[in-house]
């Protein structure tokens, strides 16, 4: 328990950091040009082609929750990395076969860089101000569950 109040007092002071250096009208160098958004669970989801299949949820997290150490690690408790954008980020998810997601907040001194929260686990996101989550999407291998209504002939298989 120690440790997830540790990791959630650490993301909000560099949330506090941020806020205080970037009081601009910058747009957020996160947010794409074009959005195709739905809202989920109250988050908003967006699934534009630059992420990779991955679904983005913007100002949520998982506060304390799915952390896990990784080599080059800036910290003990967690996998927190540097990424120099978005692309940059999403290929460390990749690399990582623990990742299942990852939470950013802009880099405090790097403008177009974030700082990645890595995590091994993607439900109950809680909704945080300044922070992305970005949900890496689940390649099945092996047998796949067929779907309940077959969408070629509208057919219901069989239980």
């Known amino acids: 328990d120690n440790l997830s109040l540790d990791a959630q007092e650490l993301l909000e002071k560099l949330l506090l950091l941020y806020k205080d250096e970037e009081m601009t009208d910058v747009p957020?160098?996160?947010k794409p040009a074009v959005?195709?958004?739905?809202?989920v669970g109250g988050h908003v989801q967006d699934r534009t082609p630059h992420l990779q299949g991955y679904t983005k949820l913007e100002n949520s997290d998982?506060?304390?929750?799915?952390?896990?150490?990784?080599?080059?690690?800036?910290?003990?408790?967690?996998?927190?990395?540097?990424?120099?954008?978005?692309?940059?980020?999403?290929?460390?998810?990749?690399?990582?076969p623990t990742c299942m997601a990852f939470v950013s907040i802009p880099h405090h001194s790097v403008e177009g860089w974030l700082t990645i929260f890595l995590k091994n686990g993607a439900s109950d996101p809680v909704t945080n101000q300044g922070t992305t989550i970005y949900i890496k999407p689940?390649?099945?291998?092996?047998?796949?569950?067929?779907?309940?209504?077959?969408?070629t002939t509208r057919q219901r298989h069989p239980a």
């Open 28 to 30: 957020h160098p996160m």
């Open 35 to 39: 959005q195709h958004d739905q809202k």
């Open 62 to 96: 998982y506060q304390g929750k799915f952390d896990y150490p990784c080599p080059n690690s800036r910290t003990d408790w967690g996998c927190v990395l540097t990424a120099q954008g978005l692309q940059d980020a999403i290929s460390k998810c990749e690399k990582d």
């Open 138 to 151: 689940q390649h099945g291998g092996g047998a796949r569950l067929q779907p309940a209504v077959n969408q």
